[in-house]
Nanobody, 122 residues
Framework: QVQLVESGGGLVQAGGSLRLSCAAS????????MAWIRQAPGKEREFVAA????????YYNDSVKGRFTISRDNAKNTLYLQLNSLKPEDTAVYYC???????????????WGQGTQVTVSS
């Protein structure tokens, strides 16, 4: 069992930045590939970024490539998402999720956090 708790969301103006964190507890964090998934109001969940167990491989949705950076610190059992150059269309609840192997998709994860709200004003 893995427990995931996100933090760092908030309200920011377009062009601003935020850093999301996802603290993991329970089974060994480094055992899992991790991902950030987001869901905007009235829309389906959307893949944002993923990172392999060691951190050596990362995937990004084309819509965030060059603006967002996923990273992890296995010693601190924490996943991060740096969000730069934010746009109003980035407004969503952001979830962290875990599974054994890295994939570029928004489904099929074994564990999910409760989500953190990111709101970008124009």
């Amino acid at each position: 069992q893995v427990q995931l708790v996100e933090s760092g969301g908030g309200l920011v103006q377009a062009g601003g930045s935020l850093r999301l964190s996802c603290a993991a507890s329970g089974r060994t964090f480094s055992t899992y590939a991790m991902a950030w998934i987001r869901q905007a109001p009235g829309k389906e969940r959307e893949f944002v970024a993923a990172i392999s167990r060691s951190g050596g491989t990362t995937y990004y949705n084309d819509s965030v490539k060059g603006r967002f950076t996923i990273s992890r610190d296995n010693a601190k059992n924490t996943l991060y998402l740096q969000l730069n150059s934010l746009k109003p269309e980035d407004t969503a609840v952001y979830y962290c999720a875990a599974r054994l192997y890295i994939v570029r998709q928004s489904t099929g994860y074994d564990y999910w956090g409760q989500g953190t709200q990111v709101t970008v004003s124009s």
